[in-house]
């Protein structure tokens, strides 16, 4: 009698049906990350999203920082655009007990503070870890209602190894996926999880630990079930493509959307209901093993984006993983707001980042109680539509 391949028994009428198939083993992984290459990515996400902290995102484009300047009347120039980073990244020391990480525009990464010391030196010295965008922006998919995929893999493992010789120890990709009657396609979710696992994997070959970015735009009138549908379907995606390429979870980090209504939805939910889908569309989605999820802020006010970090973190469901921020406009609008393009504002200005990091830090802990005496700058919404980084 034969024996079953299952069982490694006398062949049974149940596993009968298999007897004919390949003997072929599946495939093993073969060693793509050292023990050491593993514990240094590992090391590095952990620092970034440590109790308290998160995520700086000033990696703007050029393009981007013209809109952003435009609001306060300040023209865009480089000489602008490096005056108002140092005023952020100069900014006292004790900032880095609110913030683990800053992402980076590659012009800014070779630029220097007002006293001649470069800025990814000057991150450093806050013991801050320092990141790069490394994106070249969205192109459209053929055949789709307007989506897109995100292009720069060409070349990428080279600058890669030139942005981690040059101090930087992780890196930011963004693909962006829409809510729409026909979308997010199953082809837009498929390739731009793929996508993401490619540069994932480029990147820890490299020794920077990759933030995974698939940003469901806030654009639309769906409501919160819609939007928790949508992001469930794409993370699901984007961790099955990152399991197929090998990549190292615990050396990566997450830049998801929160689940929230569309901009144009007219009925308006609480803090609690959006982190009770969020956090409820996460622990269906995100393994365990990955160390912190850093939301982008979307568009929200900086109150609003705090307030929902903050209702995330006490929301009465496990959490395995580090919640907290990765916020650009959401930590930058009142600093802006205060500086005007004056030299005088400096100090205002960076009085007013701190105050949001501070915020952000205790949401990300769940400690955040509000006053009521938000600002008129950090209660404004900072939406825009189909959002271009």
């Not at 440590?50 to 609001?71: C, F, H, N, V, Y």
């Not at 400096?346 to 990300?364: C, D, G, M, V």
Request: glycine content about 6%; charged content about 25%.
């Amino acid at each position: 009698m034969s024996q079953c391949k299952l069982q490694k028994t006398p062949l049974c009428s149940r596993h009968d049906c298999i007897k004919d198939l390949p003997t072929s083993k599946m495939t093993h992984q073969y060693p793509s990350l050292s023990p050491d290459q593993k514990k240094e990515l590992a090391t590095i996400a952990q620092r970034i999203v440590a109790p308290g902290k998160g995520i700086l995102a000033a990696d703007e484009s050029t393009g981007t920082m013209a809109k952003r300047l435009q609001k306060i009347n300040v023209e865009n120039t480089e000489e602008n655009r490096r005056y108002f980073r140092d005023l952020l990244f100069s900014v006292d020391p004790s900032i880095s007990e609110n913030v683990g990480g800053v992402i980076f525009f590659h012009e800014t990464l070779y630029q220097k503070s007002d006293k001649g010391v470069p800025f990814p030196q000057l991150i450093k010295e806050k013991g801050i870890v320092v990141g790069i965008k490394v994106d070249k922006g969205t192109a459209g998919l053929n055949g789709t209602d307007g989506e897109t995929t995100t292009q720069g893999l060409d070349g990428l493992s080279e600058r890669c190894a030139q942005y981690k010789k040059d101090g930087c120890d992780f890196a930011k990709w963004r693909c962006v996926l829409k809510i729409s009657d026909s979308c997010p396609s199953a082809l837009a979710i498929a390739e731009n999880a793929n996508v993401l696992a490619r540069y994932a994997s480029i990147c820890q070959q490299n020794g920077l630990v990759p933030i995974v970015e698939p940003e469901i735009l806030p654009d639309g009138d769906h409501d919160l079930q819609r939007c928790q549908y949508a992001t469930e379907k794409v993370l699901a995606a984007v961790y099955k493509a990152l399991s197929d390429h090998h990549v190292y979870l615990e050396g990566t980090l997450l830049k998801p959307n929160m689940v929230t209504a569309g901009h144009s939805c007219p009925k308006k939910y609480t803090p609690q209901e959006v982190a009770m889908a969020t956090v409820s569309a996460l622990r269906r989605t995100v393994p365990a093993a990955v160390p912190g999820i850093c939301f982008l802020s979307g568009g929200q006010s900086e109150e609003e984006a705090s307030l929902n970090l903050n209702a995330i973190n006490q929301t009465p469901l496990h959490r395995p993983w580090k919640l907290t921020f990765s916020y650009g406009r959401a930590l930058q609008a009142s600093a802006l707001a205060a500086w005007k393009g004056k030299p005088e504002n400096r100090k205002a200005a960076q009085e007013a980042f701190i105050t949001r990091a501070k915020i952000n830090s205790l949401a990300s802990k769940g400690e955040y109680k509000p006053t009521g005496q938000a600002d008129k700058a950090a209660t404004q919404s900072l939406y825009t539509a189909s959002y271009v980084y």
